[in-house]
């Protein structure tokens, strides 16, 4: 399995988890994945038509995936070095984007001081 393979297996366990569409209407899926030392998490917002914001994360069972994508990214880089942090977009209509990111363990961190701004950068991003 390449990159591409594991990311696009990703994407399709989250549209397969209740916990992430459970929004009526969802438009866009904005999810940030962190794997490290054997932790996993997933987590990060759904929006709709109007732009209505909902918190969502995946089941724990679904964070495999998660994991497989950054062994597979891992195992792909020359240097074989890992990702801290992923951001995956799905939109409705089928698109797919992410970032990786290497060194920054605080790129799309939330904060009591500035999740009401991520909630308004992520709604603007495109997929």
Same mark, same amino acid.
């Given at each position: 399995?390449?990159?591409?393979?594991?990311? +696009?297996? $990703?994407?399709?366990?989250?549209?397969?988890?209740?916990r992430? =569409?459970?929004?009526? #209407?969802?438009?866009?899926l904005?999810?940030?994945g @962190?794997?490290?030392e #054997?932790?996993?998490?997933? &987590?990060? *917002?759904? *929006?709709?038509?109007?732009?209505n914001?909902?918190?969502? %994360?995946p089941?724990?069972?679904?964070? @495999?995936?998660? &994991?497989q $994508?950054h062994?597979?990214? =891992?195992? @792909?880089?020359?240097?074989? &070095? #890992?990702?801290?942090?992923?951001? +995956?977009r799905i939109?409705r %209509? /089928?698109? +797919? /984007?992410?970032d990786?990111e290497?060194?920054d363990?605080n790129?799309?961190s939330? =904060?009591p001081?500035? *999740?009401? @701004?991520? +909630?308004?950068? *992520? %709604?603007?991003?495109?997929v």
């Open positions: 399995m390449n990159k591409d393979e594991a990311l +696009i297996d $990703l994407c399709k366990t989250l549209l397969q988890d209740p992430v =569409t459970e929004q009526d #209407g969802w438009q866009k904005v999810l940030v @962190e794997v490290a #054997g932790e996993l998490g997933m &987590r990060g *917002y759904s *929006y709709d038509v109007q732009g914001c909902k918190l969502v %994360a089941k724990a069972s679904n964070l @495999e995936k998660l &994991r $994508l062994a597979v990214m =891992t195992a @792909e880089n020359p240097n074989g &070095r #890992g990702w801290l942090k992923c951001m +995956i939109s %209509a /089928g698109e +797919i /984007g992410a990786f290497y060194n363990v790129r799309w939330h =904060t001081d500035n *999740y009401k @701004e991520r +909630i308004k950068e *992520y %709604a603007a991003m495109p």
